[in-house]
Structures are given as structure tokens and as C-alpha cells.
């Protein structure tokens, strides 16, 4: 069974930092390109950023919301997937998702919250 | 960026009935297109992918059609357990992977 379980989330203070984590199994997981995908309270979806497997590079692209703020990374040897967000402000309150999207095998962990507030 | 225009934003039907759902796409996607439903407090869950590929176990009652910028999405008998909001999805061409703006299906 795929399992892609987010944790780390909670309250921080504008221009503090967190660190994501997303613990996956099922599959294998060095050959996928990550993303995280994030979405604020009653609004739809939005893409942060990827990290390729690292056969492919491990090149990262992120949303020019979070360029320069955010960083994906992604430890194969214990299939973890890392989402480090610095300068955090309040606009990044959201529930963020890990995933495989897009793909032909498309899995969602369940989210973490992440609020921003002083 | 290509930028999805999905409408309506939201909709009410009754059981039963047929309900479509549009998104348009800034420049030509081809087919590079899928269709998710989201649940409230819930993942994305896909639907339907390559713009008409029904995905495995989803109910025959949802197909999507289209190719190019203009795509549709079709429940062709709405259930109660359908109250969702739907977004479509382009990866054509990413960074950055763009989403609709959503529609929210509501029964009636």
C-alpha cells in the first residue's frame, strides 16, 4: 500500500522558518519526481515546488511565490522528502501536500498544516 | 505560464442529473490534462487523466473529453457522494504544474 504521511507543520511566526517532512512507502521511491503542493483555507490549489529523483539530476523548480524562500530535498536512503520554508509569511498558511503529481501513479499524503501568524 | 480557466466556480444539481464542468487553457496543452476530486479535508484523489482516461475503480460516471485549450469534464448522473469540488490540472508544460481555480458541486 502507498503511504505518503507529511508531518512538522504547525504555528510560526512571520519570518520564521519549518521544516516539512514527508515519509513515504509503497513504492519506489528514488525513481519519482516529488512534488509539494499547498492549498490556504477555502481556496484551490497550488503548486510549490519539485525535485526530480536524482538519476534524472535531482533538479528543483519551485513557484515564484516561494523561490528563494523554499527549499525541496529529499533523502532516498530513508525515502523522506523535505520541504524547508524560510521567511515564512502570513500569505504561506496553508495545508501542504506531498505528492507524486503528475504522474501516471498519483499519490497524496494527507497534508500538514502550516500556519503563519503572529 | 499557462493559466486554466475553470467555470462554473460552483454549482447545485438534483440527483440524477447531468452535470459538466469546463476548463480552458492559456495555449495548447495537447491532452496533458487530469481531472481530481477533492473531498472536504481530504487529498486530491485523480479521476481522470490524459484528458479522457478514466482512472482505475472511478465509477463510469465521470469521463472527460477534450484535447488542445479546451476540455471538459462530465458526470453524467450526479450521486450524492459526488459533493466535491473538482479541479483540472495541466503538466504540459511545468514548471510551474497549474491547476483550475476549482468548482464546487452542491446538491440541489
Known amino acids: 500500500e502507498v503511504q505518503l504521511v507529511e508531518s512538522g507543520g504547525g504555528l510560526v511566526k512571520p519570518g520564521g522558518s519549518l521544516r516539512l517532512s514527508c515519509a513515504a512507502s509503497g513504492f519506489t521511491f528514488t525513481n519519482a519526481w516529488m512534488s509539494w503542493v499547498r492549498q490556504a483555507p477555502g481556496k484551490g490549489l497550488e503548486w510549490v515546488g519539485r525535485?526530480?529523483?536524482?538519476?534524472?539530476?535531482?533538479?528543483?523548480d519551485y513557484a515564484a511565490p516561494v523561490k528563494g524562500r523554499f527549499t525541496i530535498s529529499r533523502d532516498d536512503s530513508n525515502n523522506t522528502l523535505y520541504l524547508q520554508m524560510n521567511s515564512l509569511q502570513t500569505e504561506d498558511t496553508a495545508v501542504y501536500y506531498c505528492?507524486?503529481?503528475?504522474?501516471?501513479?498519483?499519490?497524496w499524503g494527507q497534508g500538514t498544516l502550516v500556519t503563519v501568524s503572529s | 505560464d499557462i493559466q486554466m480557466t475553470q467555470s462554473p466556480s460552483s454549482l447545485s444539481a438534483s440527483v440524477g442529473d447531468r452535470v459538466t464542468i469546463t476548463c480552458q487553457a492559456s495555449q495548447d496543452i495537447s491532452n496533458y490534462l487530469n481531472w481530481y476530486q477533492q473531498k472536504p479535508g481530504k487529498a486530491p484523489k485523480l479521476l481522470i487523466y490524459d484528458a479522457s482516461n478514466l482512472e482505475t475503480g472511478v465509477p463510469s460516471r465521470f469521463s472527460g473529453s477534450g484535447s488542445g485549450t479546451d476540455f471538459t469534464f462530465t458526470i453524467s448522473s450526479l450521486q450524492p457522494e459526488d459533493i466535491a469540488t473538482y479541479y483540472c490540472q495541466q503538466f504540459e508544460n511545468l514548471p510551474p504544474l497549474t491547476f483550475g481555480g476549482g468548482t464546487k458541486v452542491e446538491i440541489k
Open positions: 525535485i526530480r529523483s536524482k538519476t534524472d539530476g535531482g533538479i528543483t
Open positions: 505528492t507524486t503529481t503528475p504522474g501516471r501513479d498519483d499519490y
